[in-house]
C-alpha cells in the first residue's frame, strides 16, 4: 500500500533549533499474546524505531524531494508495547548535502494489527512527541557533504523517553499541510545483527601536543560549510584539539572480564567487559576487527563520576600505524549512572578508539556494531582454484555490501551520496551479486522524480541538496544513469517502469540536443568528468569533450532503441560520424587529445590524451575497428602495461577510467589482461588490511561500491556466467579458464538460482561443464577464442 490510511504527516512546533531538530515521538498499544503488529512509516531525514527500548529499525529509504517512501516493519509482542520513532531532522546553511535533502523534518507513522485494525497513527490522539534536547544541534559537521556529527549530553534519565516517561515534556505535534507524494520501498532493510568487535588493541593515556593541523576531512568540512562554522561557537567544537592528542603510557588501572549483563533492558547478550580506572590523563581503548563492517556503535557504561566519552571509529590506521582523531567521532558527556548508548549515525568501523576524559571508574562493555549494510543472503558466488582472485571477489562483495541498502552509495561513510556513475557499475555488481533489482529500482526513481533542472538534466547526486537546486552539477553524470536504465530494462523487463520514466527522458533528451553547438556535438561549459587524473583538467575536457560526447552518443543510440525514437537514432548517428572524422593520433606535435575545439568550420582534438578519455571511447562504441587503436590501449595502458607507456598520454586512475577500462577489456574478450590487472590493483589494497576497495590507486584507504563491478567481472568473464537477462529469460555462459583448473558460481534471478560449475584440462584441452537453469530460462555459449580447438562438454553433451 503506497498511501496511509489515518496517519497524519507530523512535526513539533516551538522547536529549540531552526537547523537542527531531534524528536523522539511515543505511543503505547495493547496486545493480545501471539499478536502481530505493522508499522509503517515515512520520516525525514532519518529515524529509528524502537519498540519496548530496543532498537528494532531504522530508516527511511531516502527519495526525492516532495515525496517519501513507507517503510513497512512488521513484529510479533505481546501485551502493552511502548513505540518509540526517534526523528532527526538536518539542515544547514549552505544547503550542501549528499546524503538526504535537507527537508524540514516529517513523520508519518501508522500501526496496525494482523486483521488490518489500525491501533495508533501519527495525528492522532495518544501519539505524542517531545524535543530531545539531550543532543546538540549546533556543532561539527562529519564531512564536507553531510550532516552533523553526535554530540549528546546525558544523565540516567534521558533516554527514558523510549518509555513515554513523564521526566520529558510530552506534546501533541503539528499537523503538516505539506503535500507528499508516497512511493514503496523496494529496496531490503539491514538486518541490525550484532558483529561484536574482535579483540582490544590497546589502552593508554592521552596527551595533547596542541597541533594545528585540522586534517584533510575537517578543512574540505570548514570550506564547504563556510556560513556554519563561521556562526559555531568555540565550545561548540572540539575537532581539532582531539586530532592534537597523542599516546602516551598508560598510568591507570584495567581488568577484563566476561560475564552476564543484568542491568539492562536492551541487551541480553554475554559481552566482555572492562573496568577501567584512568590515571593522569585521559584514557583511551582501541577495540579492533579483521574487517571493515558498517553499523551503530553500541555499548554499555557505568560510570561513577562525570565522563566524557569520545568514540572514534576508522577503517584504517596511518602510515605509522596509529589510529588518529577524524571528524568520524560521537562525544557522550555522561553524568554518574548506567547507559546503553547507541549512535544514531550508521560508522564504517575496523577501529574503534574511546577516550575517557574523568575522574572516576568506569564498567565498559566491548562495542558492537549493529549491522546496517545490505542483507546479503549470499546465494550468487565465485570460487575458482586461484586464491587470489577468490579473495578479490570477496573483497568487491563487501565493499559493494557496504555501500548499498536504500540507495547505491558512492561510499558508505563520508558522503552516503547516491552518485550517479558509481550507480552504473554498482547496480550491475549488486544484480549479479545480489540477485535483487529493489534498491535499482528505487535508486533510478528517485532521480526520475526531480523536477526543475537546468534544461532537464538530472543532479549528479540524489537524494541530496544544493542552494541552486536547478544545478545538475556534472552533465555527463546524467548520460550514466540513462544507461543504467536500458541496462536495467534487460536486467528486469519492467517496461512499465521504463514507460513511466519516458516523459522525464524526454524533457532531458530535449535538453540535451539544445546544447548541440556549431560542430555538431554537445558543447557546454558546464562542469563534466571523465576521470579523476588529468582527463578531468580543462585543457582535457574543454570546450569539447570528445569522450563525453562518445559517451552521448552510446546514450542516444540505447534510448533511441528503448522508446523507438528514429529522430535521436538519426541525432546519435550525426555526432557518431563527426567524431570519427577526427584524426585519433597523436602527432610530434600533439594532436590527438580528448578535447576538441572548433574553429573557422574545423573541428580539431586538442593536445592531452589520456587513458580515462580513450577508454571511454572505447566503452562507447567507438574504435572498435581500429587495431592499432586497440592494441596500444591494451597493451601500452593501465595500471601494469605490457610494454612501456606512451608519456604523453594521462595515466588513468581508479575512479572511472580504471573501472571503465576493465570493463572494456572484458568486453573485448582480453580477459587474462583483466585478470593481470585486478590483481595489480586489488590485491595491494587488500594488503592493507580494511577488507575494501578505494576511489583511488594511490589511496590507503576507503570503501567505494563501484569497485563491486571487479567481483562482477570475475563471475561474467572468469567463470563465464554472464548477467541474467529476465527481459528475455536468457544467460550468455562465456568461460575464460586461463590457468585455472575449475571454477564454479551461482546467480540469482526472479525465477531462481542458475548455478555454472567447469574443470578444464590445460593439457588435454578439455572443458567440462555443468550448467543448472530455472525452468522457462536458457543459456546463449560463447565459445573464448582461448578455446579454440578445445572438446567442450556441457551437461554431458559436445558442444
Known amino acids: 500500500m503506497n498511501k496511509f490510511r489515518l496517519a497524519i504527516p507530523v512535526w513539533g512546533k516551538g522547536i529549540s533549533s531552526n537547523y537542527n531538530q531531534f524528536l523522539g515521538f511515543h505511543t503505547i498499544i495493547d496486545t493480545k499474546e501471539g499478536s502481530q503488529i505493522t508499522l509503517r512509516i515515512a520520516a525525514r531525514s532519518y529515524y529509528r524505531l524502537y519498540l519496548n527500548g530496543k532498537i528494532c529499525a531504522c530508516g527511511p529509504a531516502r527519495t526525492a524531494r516532495h515525496y517519501c517512501r513507507i517503510d513497512q516493519h512488521t513484529f510479533h509482542v505481546v501485551g502493552r508495547v511502548h513505540i518509540a520513532i526517534e526523528v532527526a531532522a538536518y539542515n544547514?546553511?549552505?544547503?550542501?548535502?549528499?546524503?538526504?535533502?535537507?527537508?524540514?523534518?516529517?513523520?508519518?507513522?501508522?500501526?496496525?494489527?494482523?486483521?488490518?485494525?489500525?491501533?495508533?497513527?501519527?495525528?492522532?490522539?495518544?501519539?505524542l512527541y517531545t524535543e530531545l534536547n539531550y543532543r546538540k544541534p549546533n556543532v561539527e559537521t562529519m564531512s564536507h557533504s553531510r550532516g552533523i556529527l553526535e554530540w549528546y549530553k546525558l544523565d540516567e534519565k534521558s533516554l527514558q523517553w523510549v518509555y513515554g516517561s513523564s521526566h520529558f515534556q510530552w506534546n501533541m505535534p503539528t499537523l503538516l499541510e505539506e503535500k507528499i507524494g508516497w512511493l514503496p520501498r523496494r529496496a531490503p532493510y539491514a538486518s541490525l545483527q550484532p558483529i561484536p568487535m574482535s579483540h582490544i588493541g590497546g589502552i593508554c593515556d592521552m596527551i595533547s601536543d596542541e597541533t594545528d593541523d585540522p586534517g584533510f576531512v575537517l578543512s574540505i568540512a570548514r570550506a564547504f560549510n563556510k556560513t556554519w562554522y563561521e556562526n559555531l561557537q568555540e565550545e561548540d567544537q572540539f575537532l581539532q584539539k582531539l586530532r592534537g592528542y597523542k599516546e602516551t603510557l598508560f598510568t591507570g588501572t584495567y581488568q577484563l572480564s566476561q560475564q552476564q549483563k543484568n542491568n539492562t533492558e536492551l541487551s541480553n547478550t554475554k559481552r566482555k567487559l572492562l573496568y577501567l580506572a584512568p590515571g593522569e590523563h585521559p584514557a583511551s581503548v582501541i577495540f579492533e576487527n579483521r574487517k571493515t563492517e558498517l553499523g551503530f556503535i553500541d555499548f554499555e557504561i557505568s560510570v561513577e563520576a562525570k565522563t566524557v566519552v569520545d568514540v572514534i571509529n576508522s577503517d584504517h590506521l596511518s602510515v605509522y600505524g596509529e589510529l588518529r582523531a577524524n571528524s568520524y567521532v560521537t562525544r557522550y558527556e555522561l553524568e554518574p549512572g548506567n547507559y546503553h548508548l547507541t549512535t544514531f549515525e550508521p560508522k564504517l568501523v575496523r577501529y574503534i578508539r574511546m577516550i575517557f576524559t574523568t575522574t572516576g571508574k568506569i564498567e565498559l562493555t566491548f562495542p558492537q556494531l549493529l549491522d546496517d549494510s545490505y542483507p546479503d543472503e549470499g546465494i550468487s558466488y565465485f570460487s575458482s582454484s586461484d586464491g587470489e582472485l577468490n579473495q578479490i571477489y570477496d573483497g568487491a562483495r563487501r565493499t559493494l555490501r557496504l555501500s548499498t541498502l536504500d540507495i547505491f552509495?558512492?561510499?558508505?561513510?563520508?558522503?552516503?551520496?547516491?552518485?550517479?556513475?558509481?550507480?552504473?557499475?554498482?547496480?550491475?555488481?549488486?544484480?549479479?551479486?545480489?540477485?535483487?533489482?529493489?534498491?535499482?529500482?528505487?535508486?533510478?526513481?528517485?532521480?526520475?522524480?526531480?523536477?526543475?533542472?537546468?534544461?532537464?538534466?538530472?543532479?549528479?547526486?540524489?537524494?541530496?541538496?544544493?542552494?541552486?537546486?536547478?544545478?545538475?552539477?556534472?552533465?555527463?553524470?546524467?548520460?550514466?544513469?540513462?544507461?543504467?536504465l536500458c541496462d536495467y530494462y534487460d536486467r528486469s523487463g519492467d517496461f512499465i517502469f521504463i514507460e513511466n520514466c519516458r516523459e522525464r527522458v524526454e524533457e532531458f533528451v530535449s535538453g540535451l540536443l539544445s546544447l548541440r553547438g556549431d560542430s555538431g556535438l554537445i558543447e557546454t561549459e558546464r562542469a563534466e568528468f571523465v576521470d579523476w587524473s588529468l582527463a578531468n583538467r580543462n585543457f582535457a575536457l574543454k570546450p569539447i569533450s570528445i569522450p563525453n560526447n562518445c559517451l552521448a552518443v552510446y546514450m542516444l543510440e540505447r534510448l533511441a532503441e528503448l522508446y523507438g525514437y528514429e529522430e535521436w537514432k538519426k541525432t546519435a548517428d550525426d555526432m557518431r560520424q563527426i567524431i570519427n572524422k577526427l584524426d585519433t593520433e597523436a602527432g610530434i606535435f600533439g594532436g590527438g587529445g580528448d578535447g576538441?575545439?572548433?574553429?573557422?568550420?574545423?573541428?580539431?582534438?586538442?593536445?592531452?590524451?589520456?587513458?580515462?578519455?580513450?577508454?571511454?571511447?572505447?566503452?562507447?562504441?567507438?574504435?572498435?575497428?581500429?587495431?592499432?587503436?586497440?592494441?596500444?590501449?591494451?597493451?601500452?595502458?593501465?595500471?601494469?602495461?605490457?610494454?612501456?607507456?606512451?608519456?604523453?598520454?594521462?595515466?588513468?586512475?581508479?575512479?572511472?577510467?580504471?573501472?571503465?577500462?576493465f570493463d572494456v577489456l572484458a568486453k573485448l574478450g582480453y580477459v587474462q589482461e583483466l585478470v593481470r590487472e585486478l590483481k595489480d590493483i586489488y590485491l595491494e589494497e587488500l594488503k592493507l588490511g580494511s577488507g575494501t576497495f578505494f576511489?583511488?590507486?594511490?589511496?590507503?584507504?576507503?570503501?567505494?561500491?563501484?569497485?563491486?563491478?571487479?567481483?562482477?567481472?570475475?563471475?561474467?568473464?572468469?567463470?563465464?556466467?554472464?548477467?541474467?537477462?529476465?527481459?528475455?529469460?536468457?544467460?550468455?555462459?562465456?568461460?575464460?579458464?586461463?590457468?585455472?583448473?575449475?571454477?564454479?558460481?551461482?546467480?540469482?534471478?526472479?525465477?531462481?538460482?542458475?548455478?555454472?560449475?567447469?574443470?578444464?584440462?590445460?593439457?588435454?584441452?578439455?572443458l567440462r561443464i555443468s550448467l543448472t537453469l530455472p525452468e522457462g530460462w536458457t543459456a546463449d555459449f560463447h565459445r573464448a577464442f582461448e578455446l579454440s580447438g578445445w572438446q567442450i562438454e556441457m551437461n554431458g553433451t559436445l558442444l
Open 596 to 661: 576538441a575545439s572548433f574553429k573557422d568550420g574545423k573541428l580539431t582534438r586538442t593536445d592531452c590524451p589520456t587513458e580515462g578519455g580513450q577508454a571511454l571511447e572505447l566503452w562507447s562504441n567507438f574504435h572498435r575497428n581500429d587495431t592499432n587503436y586497440i592494441k596500444n590501449f591494451v597493451h601500452m595502458m593501465g595500471p601494469c602495461p605490457e610494454y612501456r607507456s606512451n608519456p604523453n598520454i594521462g595515466k588513468a586512475n581508479l575512479f572511472i577510467g580504471l573501472m571503465i577500462r
Open 92 to 127: 544547514k546553511p549552505e544547503k550542501y548535502c549528499n546524503d538526504c535533502t535537507l527537508e524540514s523534518g516529517m513523520l508519518t507513522a501508522e500501526i496496525t494489527d494482523s486483521n488490518g485494525t489500525i491501533l495508533a497513527a501519527t495525528g492522532k490522539e495518544g501519539f
Open 695 to 766: 576511489e583511488n590507486i594511490n589511496a590507503f584507504s576507503g570503501c567505494h561500491g563501484f569497485n563491486g563491478m571487479a567481483g562482477a567481472l570475475l563471475t561474467e568473464k572468469v567463470l563465464g556466467l554472464g548477467q541474467p537477462i529476465q527481459r528475455r529469460k536468457t544467460i550468455i555462459i562465456e568461460p575464460h579458464p586461463g590457468n585455472l583448473r575449475w571454477a564454479e558460481g551461482a546467480a540469482k534471478c526472479e525465477d531462481g538460482i542458475i548455478f555454472l560449475k567447469w574443470s578444464a584440462d590445460a593439457d588435454l584441452h578439455k
Open 409 to 484: 552509495m558512492d561510499c558508505p561513510q563520508r558522503e552516503r551520496g547516491g552518485w550517479l556513475c558509481d550507480s552504473h557499475f554498482s547496480a550491475q555488481a549488486a544484480w549479479q551479486m545480489f540477485g535483487n533489482l529493489g534498491t535499482e529500482k528505487d535508486f533510478i526513481e528517485n532521480f526520475m522524480k526531480t523536477t526543475d533542472m537546468w534544461k532537464g538534466f538530472f543532479p549528479e547526486v540524489y537524494p541530496g541538496s544544493k542552494s541552486d537546486t536547478s544545478d545538475p552539477g556534472f552533465i555527463n553524470w546524467s548520460y550514466w544513469l540513462l544507461t543504467e
